[in-house]
């Protein structure tokens, strides 16, 4: 592994991380599930701002043959944003093919 100069591992390094999640393909979209994941609220794409009422909701996307969801609340007055971390799904596929 290399290093970024100051002697850590590149993979520590955030602007590292930031040009792999770049380079690696995004998912297609993703789902928004009522909490309990029962009922589609919405569906949506990365980049494109998706309006939603206060509450919680479920957030689920399939990506290479992984399924990932996260549990997260939108609030009054406020925004909320869900950042995806491609490292996290890499690792995930990885794992999967061992």
Same mark, same amino acid.
């Given at each position: 592994?290399? *290093?970024?100069? /100051?002697?850590?591992?590149? *993979?520590?390094? +955030?602007?590292?991380?930031?040009? =792999?999640?770049?380079? /690696?393909?995004? +998912? +297609?979209?993703? *789902? ?15 980049? &494109? +701002? ?39 799904? *890499?690792?995930? &596929? =990885?794992?999967?093919?061992?």
């Amino acid at each position: 592994m290399g *290093e970024n100069g /100051m002697g850590k591992s590149l *993979e520590d390094c +955030p602007q590292w991380r930031r040009l =792999r999640c770049a380079a /690696m393909k995004a +998912p +297609p979209g993703y *789902e928004v599930f009522d909490a309990k994941g029962k009922k589609q609220i919405a569906t949506g794409k990365f980049g &494109v +701002p998706l309006k939603l009422k206060q509450g919680q909701y479920l957030f689920k996307l399939k990506w290479q043959g992984i399924d990932c969801s996260q549990i997260f609340w939108i609030n009054t007055a406020g925004r909320t944003s869900i950042t995806l971390d491609a490292s996290e799904l *890499e690792r995930r &596929v =990885r794992d999967k093919g061992k």
